[in-house]
């Protein structure tokens, strides 16, 4: 007997029902799809034959083998008036098991992670374990199972904290001023007139390959005209908005401090010396004493800490790392810590995560990521990652 096709077999059901077979399946309320999830794709393709379904098949991932039904699209167990129905036939779970980066190159990590059918985010963390560029940890952690299409994060070292000071004693300002970039420092030209030949940094300081600390100001004095300058008052402002109004007209600023009787004085310039209205050349400089917070009376706990500088307008995560053994029962945290000489806007810098982790050899890196604003002034707050109590080896 010739088999007849899909839609002719929709044709006979249809005239069947017209002449009153109203009993038949398939008159009125459509046919009712059978239950084959979990069985072989071929299996369930003649199962739905049987019951007048043409199978179409659409692979998906599922946590059922691969191979097998894991539903059908109309629902099992819907009624439909269709001859067609999609099988969902499971390609199997896919999972990639994440192989040990640390060390690798963060672009051939995240391309060897990109083969593997995975999504890379990078996050730049600061690292004195691990030269700038190289994955410092992933996470999820190596060996661990991930679908297809999730995503790892890769903690990027991005150097130390600390960088050489170059040499740039005889340059051209223009080039000098690149060179200190680079170098991630900040440049205080200073007029010198004499001192080195006209328009070049005729002395540096600090001295070239010394360390400091990135973000640092590296003084340059180069020999050109000096002006006369009026001092501006500047007692009763803030340490930091007076440093940038004297260092506008080229006078170096000193600090002294001295503790404040009141809250008001926090900070700010009590005295300076010479006073307003003194007429001294770019250069030179002026003493600002600036009231600072009393020494607290409480026995603080015994902890090992870890500060960092800021850049405005970044993400940014940072590390500390330290040894299980020296600090078995410590707490760590992260906090945003306001300088007393430099304004910090409220809220321009937030550490919205931090905790620890687990590197399983008997360390523990205590994590920050910290978010600044267009509006954090550089130098004006760092943030310090410090885990308490750690007794103090004796």
Same mark, same amino acid.
């Given at each position: 007997?010739?088999?007849?096709?899909?839609?002719?077999?929709?044709?006979?059901?249809?005239?069947?029902?017209?002449?009153?077979?109203?009993?038949?399946?398939?008159?009125?309320?459509?046919?009712?799809?059978?239950?084959?999830? @979990?069985?072989?794709?071929?299996?369930?393709?003649?199962?739905?034959?049987?019951?007048?379904?043409?199978?179409?098949?659409?692979?998906?991932?599922?946590?059922?083998?691969?191979?097998?039904?894991?539903?059908?699209?109309?629902?099992?167990?819907?009624?439909?008036?269709?001859?067609?129905?999609?099988?969902?036939?499971?390609?199997?779970?896919?999972?990639?098991?994440?192989?040990?980066?640390?060390?690798?190159?963060?672009?051939?990590?995240?391309?060897?992670?990109?083969?593997?059918?995975?999504?890379?985010?990078?996050?730049?963390?600061?690292?004195?374990?691990?030269?700038?560029?190289?994955?410092?940890?992933?996470?999820?952690?190596?060996?661990?199972?991930?679908?297809?299409?999730?995503?790892?994060?890769?903690?990027?070292?991005?150097?130390?904290?600390?960088?050489?000071?170059?040499?740039?004693? @005889?340059?051209?300002?223009?080039?000098?001023?690149?060179?200190?970039?680079?170098?991630?420092?900040?440049?205080?030209?200073?007029?010198?007139?004499?001192?080195?030949?006209?328009?070049?940094?005729?002395?540096?300081?600090?001295?070239?390959?010394?360390?400091?600390?990135? @973000?640092?100001?590296?003084?340059?004095?180069?020999?050109?005209?000096?002006?006369?300058?009026?001092?501006?008052?500047?007692?009763?402002?803030?340490?930091?908005?007076?440093? %940038?109004?004297?260092?506008?007209?080229?006078?170096?600023?000193?600090?002294?401090?001295?503790?404040?009787?009141?809250?008001?004085?926090?900070?700010?310039?009590?005295?300076?010396?010479?006073?307003?209205?003194?007429?001294?050349?770019?250069?030179?400089?002026?003493?600002?004493?600036?009231?600072?917070?009393?020494?607290?009376?409480?026995?603080?706990?015994?902890?090992?800490?870890?500060?960092?500088?800021?850049?405005?307008?970044?993400?940014?995560?940072?590390?500390?790392?330290?040894?299980?053994?020296?600090?078995?029962?410590?707490?760590?945290?992260?906090? %945003?810590?306001?300088?007393?000489?430099?304004?910090?806007?409220?809220?321009?810098?937030?550490?919205?995560?931090?905790?620890?982790?687990?590197?399983?050899?008997?360390?523990?890196?205590?994590?920050?990521?910290?978010?600044?604003?267009?509006?954090?002034?550089? @130098?004006?707050?760092?943030?310090?990652?410090?885990?308490?109590?750690?007794?103090?080896?004796?």
């Amino acid at each position: 007997m010739r088999r007849l096709g899909p839609t002719k077999r929709a044709a006979l059901a249809a005239i069947v029902c017209l002449v009153g077979a109203a009993g038949l399946t398939g008159c009125g309320g459509g046919k009712t799809i059978p239950d084959v999830k @979990g069985q072989p794709t071929e299996v369930a393709k003649r199962v739905l034959a049987t019951a007048g379904f043409d199978a179409r098949v659409k692979e998906v991932l599922s946590p059922l083998p691969k191979g097998l039904v894991a539903g059908t699209e109309p629902a099992i167990g819907r009624e439909t008036s269709s001859d067609g129905v999609t099988l969902r036939v499971s390609r199997g779970p896919l999972n990639e098991s994440i192989p040990v980066l640390v060390g690798l190159q963060a672009d051939l990590a995240t391309e060897a992670l990109r083969d593997m059918g995975l999504t890379v985010e990078q996050t730049t963390v600061t690292s004195a374990l691990a030269r700038a560029g190289l994955v410092v940890r992933s996470s999820p952690a190596a060996g661990t199972q991930m679908p297809r299409g999730g995503t790892v994060v890769l903690l990027v070292s991005g150097g130390a904290r600390t960088t050489a000071i170059p040499e740039v004693a @005889g340059q051209p300002l223009r080039a000098a001023l690149e060179s200190i970039r680079l170098a991630r420092l900040q440049a205080l030209v200073i007029p010198a007139p004499g001192v080195g030949k006209p328009g070049r940094v005729g002395s540096q300081a600090p001295a070239p390959g010394q360390v400091s600390a990135v @973000g640092s100001t590296v003084r340059l004095w180069v020999n050109q005209n000096a002006k006369p300058v009026t001092l501006p008052k500047v007692t009763g402002l803030s340490g930091g908005s007076a440093s %940038i109004v004297l260092q506008q007209s080229g006078i170096e600023v000193r600090y002294v401090s001295r503790l404040a009787n009141n809250p008001a004085e926090i900070g700010s310039v009590l005295r300076q010396s010479p006073g307003p209205g003194t007429r001294l050349s770019q250069g030179q400089s002026v003493t600002l004493l600036v009231g600072t917070l009393p020494s607290s009376r409480n026995r603080k706990q015994p902890s090992i800490a870890q500060s960092f500088g800021l850049a405005p307008d970044r993400e940014m995560a940072f590390s500390m790392v330290y040894s299980r053994v020296d600090c078995p029962t410590g707490r760590g945290f992260a906090q %945003i810590n306001p300088d007393l000489i430099v304004p910090f806007k409220q809220g321009s810098a937030k550490v919205t995560q931090q905790g620890p982790v687990d590197l399983g050899d008997g360390r523990i890196a205590q994590l920050a990521v910290v978010k600044t604003t267009k509006g954090f002034v550089a @130098g004006s707050a760092e943030v310090a990652i410090r885990v308490q109590p750690c007794p103090v080896k004796g």
